[in-house]
Each structure stands twice: as structure tokens, then as C-alpha cells.
């Protein structure tokens, strides 16, 4: 869940909205899932060829970190290009992310590639430092830009 600020005509009032809208996460045996699939308001589960595909371990962890951290979190359009960082210091240690900026602000983007759906983050771009990637010619550090990505 995150916070929403929403405008109505004579007011600003304050919502708690789910982050990935028509999703609830769940650990369950795929042999049992008819106690899931049974669940008011559950119509499906995720999956390929007719058997459930868990979300990565390491994407849900990070998700439970970054919305533990108390720090302003929002749904974010999925990205599959950017800059990837790593986040060296604060609540948010040694999370893996897209760098973007929006709005004067800097985002770390976290996916989950099975939905194909994004979380952001707001974070001080002093505690980020760039990963290395894999190029033709071999690592390359990846620098900086204060250009928006994806």
C-alpha cells in the first residue's frame, strides 16, 4: 500500500491505494491452490500454461524493504531500459534499481518482471552509485546523467 494525495473540489484528502492494483501476493502449494482460487475476490492466479510462476524471491524482499522503509513510494510504469544502481547507504542498503528523474526528483525503480509492473521510490541520488554492465567490449561503469531515463 502507498499514500495518495488526491484533489477534490474543496479538499486534499489522503488515500491508502495497493501499489500493484488487482494483485495480492501469496505463498501457497501450487498442489493446493484451489484454497487460493476459492477466495472471495481471487480470479486467477499468475502463471504460464496453466501452472502458477512464483515472483522472484529477491524482487518481493526488495519490495517489503522499500515500503518498510517509510520512505514516499508510488506505482511507476514498467521499465525495461535504464540506468541500473545500486543503493549504498540509508533503509534501502544494497537494493538494486533504475535511476530516473522526474518531476526535479530522483527515483529508483523497482521491478517485477512477471507482472510486468514498477514501484518508485524517492531517494537522494548521493546514496546511489552505478553498476557495472556487460558490453561487447567487456564491463563498462555506468555514469551518471541528470538526463531522464526510459
Known amino acids: 500500500?502507498?499514500?495518495?494525495?488526491?484533489?477534490?473540489?474543496?479538499?486534499?484528502?489522503?488515500?491508502?491505494?495497493?501499489?500493484?492494483?488487482?494483485?495480492?501476493?501469496c505463498r501457497f502449494v501450487p498442489e493446493h491452490r484451489l484454497g487460493?482460487?476459492?477466495?472471495?475476490?481471487?480470479?486467477?492466479i499468475v502463471g504460464f500454461g496453466g501452472a502458477p510462476v512464483?515472483?522472484?524471491?529477491?524482487e518481493i524482499a526488495a519490495l517489503q524493504q522499500t515500503v518498510a522503509s517509510g520512505l514516499p513510494v508510488q506505482p511507476w510504469p514498467f521499465l525495461e531500459c535504464g540506468q541500473r544502481v545500486r543503493i549504498e547507504r540509508?533503509?534501502?542498503?544494497?537494493l538494486e534499481?533504475?535511476?530516473?528523474?522526474?518531476?526535479?526528483?530522483?527515483?529508483?525503480?523497482?521491478?517485477?518482471?512477471?507482472?510486468?509492473?514498477?514501484?518508485?521510490?524517492?531517494?537522494?541520488?548521493?546514496v546511489i552509485s552505478p553498476l557495472a554492465v556487460a558490453t561487447s567490449r567487456g564491463l563498462k561503469r555506468l555514469a551518471a546523467s541528470s538526463a531522464p531515463v526510459g
Open 1 to 25: 500500500m502507498y499514500l495518495s494525495r488526491r484533489r477534490w473540489s474543496d479538499r486534499i484528502q489522503e488515500l491508502e491505494l495497493p501499489l500493484f492494483t488487482g494483485y495480492v501476493f
Open 36 to 44: 487460493v482460487l476459492t477466495t472471495p475476490g481471487v480470479t486467477s
Open 97 to 126: 534499481a533504475i535511476l530516473v528523474r522526474s518531476k526535479g526528483f530522483w527515483r529508483v525503480v523497482l521491478n517485477v518482471d512477471l507482472l510486468r509492473r514498477s514501484v518508485a521510490v524517492e531517494i537522494d541520488r548521493d
Open 90 to 94: 540509508g533503509p534501502l542498503r544494497g
Open 54 to 58: 512464483p515472483v522472484n524471491d529477491q
